[in-house]
T-cell receptor, first 112, second 112 residues
Framework: RKEVEQDPGPFNVPEGATVAFNCTYS??????FFWYRQDCRKEPKLLMS???SGNEDGRFTAQLNRASQYISLLIRDSKLSDSATYLC?????????????FGKGTLLTVNP | DGGITQSPKYLFRKEGQNVTLSCEQN?????MYWYRQDPGQGLRLIYY???????QKGDIAEGYSVSREKKESFPLTVTSAQKNPTAFYLC???????????FGPGTRLLVL
């Protein structure tokens, strides 16, 4: 079983749509979770951390369900500039050893 | 500007040649990382270093070597033993206080 699995995509949505990405992780010891965004041929950039209580940043909402080992990202009112690959990430941290495990990513294209 | 720089942006390797990829950060981060990204794949960890003069193998270290003589610098050498080096190489860093990793712009390595 892959350590971090994401929806394979691609997702093609019109501007203004709401889109949800799902992710599962296999390591129950994972402590922290993130969503990164990666534009074509660019480096990944942190979009948001994911907290157990759920967190929101503008049009973006992230949720974590530790019991189901499930993470989600919701994007409301999609913009053309949201087109990118979204990477689900889990840490395997223990002590001072921070290692990230990345999903393969889900490609989102927002169409005019 | 604070950040992570990688050079060169593109690098071409001939058969049997060793090449070195540069990674520099002025964020005063303790930990640095090297990842490899292949098309349609998630990022895979090559090597990481939590402090100066210390580093550990990641998941795919064979055919690569690193050094960490200075806090700011973490160069990666792709040796001739790496038989499939064509990939997008990403360097990242993080502080000891948080698990979030910040990425440089990457180096694309191509084999001639």
């Amino acid at each position: 079983r892959k350590e971090v699995e994401q929806d394979p995509g691609p997702f093609n949505v019109p501007e203004g749509a709401t889109v949800a990405f799902n992710c599962t992780y296999s390591n129950s010891a994972s402590q922290s979770f993130f969503w990164y965004r990666q534009d074509c041929r660019k480096e990944p950039k942190l979009l948001m951390s994911v907290y157990s209580s759920g967190n929101e940043d503008g049009r973006f909402t992230a949720q974590l369900n530790r019991a189901s080992q499930y993470i989600s990202l919701l994007i409301r009112d999609s913009k053309l500039s949201d087109s990118a690959t979204y990477l689900c990430v889990a840490t395997n941290s223990g002590g001072s050893n921070y290692k990230l495990t990345f999903g393969k990513g889900t490609l989102l294209t927002v169409n005019p | 500007d604070g950040g992570i720089t990688q050079s060169p942006k593109y690098l071409f390797r001939k058969e049997g040649q060793n090449v070195t990829l540069s990674c520099e950060q002025n964020l005063n981060h303790d930990a640095m990382y090297w990842y490899r990204q292949d098309p349609g794949q998630g990022l895979r960890l090559i090597y990481y270093s939590q402090i100066v003069n210390d580093f550990q193998k990641g998941d795919i270290a064979e055919g690569y070597s690193v050094s960490r003589e200075k806090k700011e610098s973490f160069p990666l050498t792709v040796t001739s033993a790496q038989k499939n080096p064509t990939a997008f190489y990403l360097c990242a860093s993080s502080s000891s206080a948080e698990e979030t990793q910040y990425f440089g712009p990457g180096t694309r390595l191509l084999v001639l």
